[in-house]
Each structure stands twice: as C-alpha cells, then as structure tokens.
Nanobody, 127 residues
Framework: QVQLVESGGGLVQAGGSLRLSCVASVRSSSLYAMAWFRQAAGKEREFVAG????????LYADSVKGRFTISRDNAKNTLYLQMNSLKPEDTAVYHC????????????????????WGQGTQVTVSS
C-alpha cells in the first residue's frame, strides 16, 4: 500500500506559476508509475499528466501541454508538477496517483488503473 501526500497548492493569479509535490510513503517509489489528476467542482476527475517508473516517458492532457511539466525524484520518493501560465480553468483539486506497471517506461492515464490516490491539494487561479 502506498500513501501519497500532496502539497504546494494555493491561490494564484492567471499567468502565474505553482509547483505541486507528492511524497510517497513507500520503500521505493520507482516501483510505481505516477500521475496527476484534477477534479473541478461539479466535474469528473480528469487526467493531467503521467510519468513512467523510470522517468523517461511522460504524457500530458492536451489542455496542459506546453504549460505543465511532470517530473519525479525516485531517491526522494517525490513526484512534482510544475504549472506555468496558469488559467482560471485550471482551478481544481489536484490529486497524485500511483499505479504498478511491469514496463518501466509505461505511462498510465486511466482512473481505473490507479492503485492509490492522494487526498489532493487545492489550486485556485483567479482572473
């Protein structure tokens, strides 16, 4: 079982930046592919970005491509999401997610693949 704890959310003006972090309480986070999902009020949880166990493969939702960057530091069991050029439509609770993958370069994006969720961190972007 992996426990995931997110941090770094907050209130920012449109055009600003935030960096989210997710610490995994596990002996080695390199066993898990990781991803960020978000859920806006009244909407379904949606995929934002994913990264493979090795860190060599990444995947982004079209809505954040070119603005967000996902990365990981397996030595620190930590996942990051650098968010630049934020827009009001990025306002949501951002959740960290983990999934076990056999292929170290595989990335997941489906909610059904998630084995563990974090509680989430609120990101609010004002116009």
């Amino acid at each position: 079982q992996v426990q995931l704890v997110e941090s770094g959310g907050g209130l920012v003006q449109a055009g600003g930046s935030l960096r989210l972090s997710c610490v995994a309480s596990v002996r080695s986070s390199s066993l898990y592919a990781m991803a960020w999902f978000r859920q806006a009020a009244g909407k379904e949880r949606e995929f934002v970005a994913g990264i493979s166990r090795s860190g060599r493969s990444t995947l982004y939702a079209d809505s954040v491509k070119g603005r967000f960057t996902i990365s990981r530091d397996n030595a620190k069991n930590t996942l990051y999401l650098q968010m630049n050029s934020l827009k009001p439509e990025d306002t949501a609770v951002y959740h960290c997610a983990a999934a076990f993958t056999v292929n170290s370069n595989a990335v997941f994006e489906r909610r059904n693949d998630v084995a563990n969720w974090g509680q989430g961190t609120q990101v609010t972007v004002s116009s």
